[in-house]
């Protein structure tokens, strides 16, 4: 027992990785603070509209659409530690503007829209420099145990943030729950500021010249990473709009007040969260059968949940759920960045953060459509079924294809000999 929880906690005997999860920590229980303050709000500010909920979430994803894979290329340039440290405090300074305005009792739609449309800018550049930048935290071996960790402890501030936002906004309204978001970001500033440079694993001198391109042929090259990325292209799309779903299903279906709605959060946070934990054994790179094994339970269980019939059943339901979307991020996650060489890490999980979350505009106009339609049942429907779809095309392409080992990455454009 003793030598599981020690392989468990590894990583978290590094210090620069105990900085940084802490700070993490505490930031992320504010974003999902505010992400249930946001909802809450636009239902208030437009009579419970699944469309508005959608436009907001679609400005929020769509910069991941533009952005990332130039961001990416960023990440493998610049700095990855006082990158972050400059983007989180962007991000505080966006969440304290909003929170203003509806403390002055200001605040418009259009205000929410230009919020979410900033935040997802700055995320375009943040989400794929922060999962580069935790291989360099821990190194290459301990890898998958810190990006497990990572998942659980963002999973513990998804079950302990909107929890904690259901009742702030019972008692002191949307307002306060910003502030303590926009507070939040410096919990990570501070982290990243009090490490150590020096023990950071960098593999070398970064280069001068980084082209996107290049993450793209790779992984255009490679059947073990393109089949993977494929499969969460389409449940990134599909099947991961539970920002979208859940306040409309709370509201419209079990017509729940905030804390119930917290409670169905929640109830996603912890299956999550005990995924994270199971995960965080993992050592070495993940077979392809495990990501579409995942994807399958995942899928099944969310379109179990649109089906429930009372607000407990979709708890139970959705804890379930919860539980596979974090198996199938974490095997997928370790099976595309544990496929790629150091130099071309930033770009590919730039690429893996483009699938994931940059065609979430497009899932979140469909579902929230879709809800308004036929109701808020039907979008998680459609994603569980999407989800299971997918998976087992995915797994007739790799059972169809040609077996062996992948080739070679190429080397980085930056490192070959160029003629100036």
């Not at 970064?206 to 993450?215: E, I, N, S, T």
């Amino acid at each position: 027992m003793k030598r599981i929880l020690a392989g468990t906690y590894q990583s978290l005997t590094i210090r620069n990785f105990r900085l940084f999860a802490a700070g993490q920590l505490v930031s992320v229980a504010g974003t999902w603070m505010m992400v249930v303050a946001q909802d809450w709000l636009v239902l208030a500010l437009t009579g419970d509209s699944g469309t508005a909920l959608g436009v907001v979430t679609a400005l929020q994803f769509a910069p991941l659409l533009l952005l990332t894979l130039y961001a990416g290329g960023l990440a493998d340039r610049h700095d990855k530690r006082r990158l972050l440290m400059a983007v989180n405090l962007v991000s505080a300074a966006l969440a304290l503007s909003l929170a203003l305005l509806v403390l002055a009792g200001r605040v418009e739609l259009w205000h929410v829209f230009l919020f979410a449309l900033g935040l997802g800018t700055v995320n375009a550049v943040e989400v794929p420099t922060r999962m580069a930048f935790v291989s360099e935290l821990v190194g290459a071996e301990l890898l998958p145990n810190a990006s497990a960790l990572s998942a659980a402890y963002f999973n513990c501030a998804r079950v302990v943030g909107p929890a904690l936002a259901g009742l702030m906004i019972s008692w002191s309204g949307t307002a306060a729950v910003m502030l303590v978001n926009a507070a939040s970001y410096l919990a990570t500033v501070g982290g990243l500021r009090m490490m150590r440079p020096g023990e950071l694993h960098r593999s070398g001198r970064r280069p001068d010249r980084v082209r996107v391109m290049d993450g793209i042929r790779l992984v255009m090259s490679r059947r073990d990473l393109l089949l993977p990325m494929v499969l969460v292209a389409v449940i990134g799309m599909l099947g991961f709009n539970f920002q979208l779903i859940l306040p409309l299903l709370a509201k419209t279906v079990f017509h729940a007040d905030a804390a119930e709605f917290g409670l169905l959060t929640t109830a996603l946070a912890a299956g999550s969260l005990v995924a994270a934990f199971a995960t965080t054994l993992r050592r070495g790179r993940p077979p392809l059968g495990l990501v579409v094994a995942a994807a399958l339970g995942f899928g099944i269980m969310q379109a179990l949940a649109g089906l429930a019939p009372t607000h407990a059943v979709a708890v139970v339901l959705l804890f379930g759920t919860g539980f596979g979307s974090v198996c199938f991020a974490q095997a997928a996650n370790h099976r595309i960045q544990l496929g790629a060489a150091p130099a071309y890490r930033g770009r590919i999980m730039a690429l893996y953060t483009l699938v994931f979350q940059g065609t979430t505009p497009f899932g979140a106009l469909l579902v929230g459509w879709l809800s308004d339609l036929l109701g808020a049942r039907s979008g998680l429907v459609l994603g569980g079924t999407a989800s299971v779809v997918a998976a087992l095309v995915v797994l007739a392409l790799h059972l169809g294809g040609t077996t062996g080992a992948p080739p070679p990455s190429p080397r980085p454009a930056a490192f070959r000999s160029v003629r100036r």
